[in-house]
């Protein structure tokens, strides 16, 4: 996994990644992104990791030793990622369209974990849901579907 972080970073293995971004690499890339979403407003609260390990754990099937390696090693891709860019583009041309709607809806779980949308998580999944090509409709449609799971 560490291999694969290392990579992340280094634009002269741009082919090395695009082949790694299947299997741990997907897993990354989405920790990171829910990562990123979770301390967008300035606070990593308990019930945000917790709903996170319980997403990873359903996406993936893995195990909580697993999922304790996966989200510290989202966690550093994520302080180490200059842009979202890095994480969207990578799965965008690795998911079909249906599976990266899903991560937007992942996204919006990570948002409504703590009881409060703050605007700054808005944006943030806003901003991710359009680099994965997911258009607006949808995405307000998932934040609504979301909310009513919370309400």
């Known amino acids: 996994m560490f291999k694969l972080l290392k990579s992340l970073f280094d634009d002269t293995q741009e082919a090395e990644v695009a082949k790694a971004f299947t299997g741990d690499g997907v897993r990354l890339a989405e920790a990171a992104l829910m990562f990123h979403v979770m301390q967008s407003d300035g606070h990593i609260k ?3 990791r917790a709903k996170m390990k319980e997403v990873l754990s359903e996406d993936f099937e893995l195990k909580e030793d697993e999922i ?3 989200i510290e090693a ?3 891709a994520e302080n180490e990622a200059i842009d979202l860019f890095r994480f969207t583009s ?3 041309a690795n998911l079909e369209r249906s599976r990266r709607v899903q991560i937007v809806e992942n996204l919006w779980e ?3 974990a703590d009881g409060v949308v703050h605007e700054l998580e808005d944006n943030v999944v806003w901003r991710i849901a359009e680099l994965l090509n997911i258009q607006t409709p949808e995405r307000v449609a998932m934040k609504k579907r ?3 799971k919370y309400s």
Do not use: I, P, S, T
């Open 46 to 48: 308990d019930v945000e």
């Open 68 to 70: 304790e390696e996966l």
């Open 74 to 76: 989202a966690q550093f």
């Open 90 to 92: 990578l799965l965008k």
């Open 110 to 112: 990570m948002v409504y």
């Open 146 to 148: 979301v909310k009513e």
